[in-house]
């Protein structure tokens, strides 16, 4: 073989390692999958305390996300904006759901306080659920509960399909409505 054809030969290969290095690096790239939205609250004729907080999220920088809010007197209407909330996929393929737990607590001593809640724009990627704690009367359009009484709402949303990159941002999440039941 001539040093001429081993030269082509050499940096043919040399072209080949790089490339398959390089795919590598490309292939371990991690996905960030976020959830950016809003929750909405609208309260009518009653007095509300919300506190609610977040499980599972990790933040943009890797870290664990331990955001918490709270609003002692909801008389009309308000819209937080949560932080970007990352799924945490370093134990892929276990991704743990990433939950926003809200601690509701009914101010009025004499009133019960009808709470019903709708899911918004979640990304074909999630499901979600919904879970109550501490619920003394539910039915099929939402719960009630009693005068000074709390109830612990879970909302979570699970990642189905990880081979998918998608972003919630701008976008309503999940929207709460309190009122006073009639009879």
Request: hydrophobic share 40%.
């Amino acid at each position: 073989m001539s040093k001429k054809i081993r030269l082509i030969l050499s940096i043919c290969i040399l072209a080949l390692c790089v490339g398959t290095l390089t795919f590598g690096v490309l292939a371990a790239v991690t996905k960030n999958n976020q959830v950016i939205g809003d929750v909405n609250f609208s309260a009518e004729d009653c007095d509300v305390a919300i506190y609610a907080s977040t499980e599972g999220a990790l933040n943009v920088d890797g870290q664990t996300n331990s955001s918490t809010w709270s609003k002692e007197h909801l008389k009309d209407s308000d819209t937080w904006t949560l932080p970007v909330l990352c799924f945490d996929e370093s134990n892929y393929p276990t991704v743990p759901d990433i939950k926003l737990i809200f601690e509701i607590t009914n101010n009025s001593t004499v009133a019960a306080l009808h709470i019903t809640t709708q899911t918004g724009e979640i990304p074909q990627a999630c499901s979600t659920t919904l879970k109550y704690d501490n619920v003394a009367w539910p039915d099929a359009g939402g719960i009630t509960i009693g005068p000074r009484a709390t109830v612990t709402i879970e909302f979570s949303i699970r990642l189905v399909n990880t081979d998918e990159n998608f972003s919630t941002s701008g976008k309503n999440l999940i929207s709460f409505n309190f009122s006073v039941p009639t009879t």
